[in-house]
Nanobody, 123 residues
Framework: QVQLVESGGGLVQAGGSLRLSCAVY????????MGWFRQAPGKEREVVAA????????YYADSVRGRFTISRDNAKNTVYLQMRSLKPEDTAVYYC????????????????WGQGTQVTVSS
């Protein structure tokens, strides 16, 4: 069983930065790949970034590559999403998710989800 709790969302002006955090609570020492997803009103949930359990491999959606950075600190059981040069189109509810095994890019491959944190970018 894994519980995920996101924090760090908020309102920021275009061009600004935010860092999202995802605290991971789990009963076992199993290794989990982690992902950040987002869902804007009227749109499907989409993957933003993903990272393997050891941080050795990462994935970024084309829309955020070069602006967002995913990282994890397993000693602190926390995953981060550093977001820079934010744009109004980045406005969405951001979710972190966990999946056993290697890098996962589809939301359907993730077993555990946080409650989400709102990110709003004003123009």
């Amino acid at each position: 069983q894994v519980q995920l709790v996101e924090s760090g969302g908020g309102l920021v002006q275009a061009g600004g930065s935010l860092r999202l955090s995802c605290a991971v609570y789990r009963r076992t020492a199993s290794s989990y790949a982690m992902g950040w997803f987002r869902q804007a009103p009227g749109k499907e949930r989409e993957v933003v970034a993903a990272v393997t359990w050891d941080g050795g491999s990462t994935y970024y959606a084309d829309s955020v590559r070069g602006r967002f950075t995913i990282s994890r600190d397993n000693a602190k059981n926390t995953v981060y999403l550093q977001m820079r040069s934010l744009k109004p189109e980045d406005t969405a509810v951001y979710y972190c998710a966990a999946a056993p095994g290697g890098l996962r890019l589809s939301r359907y491959e993730y077993d555990y989800w946080g409650q989400g944190t709102q990110v709003t970018v004003s123009s």
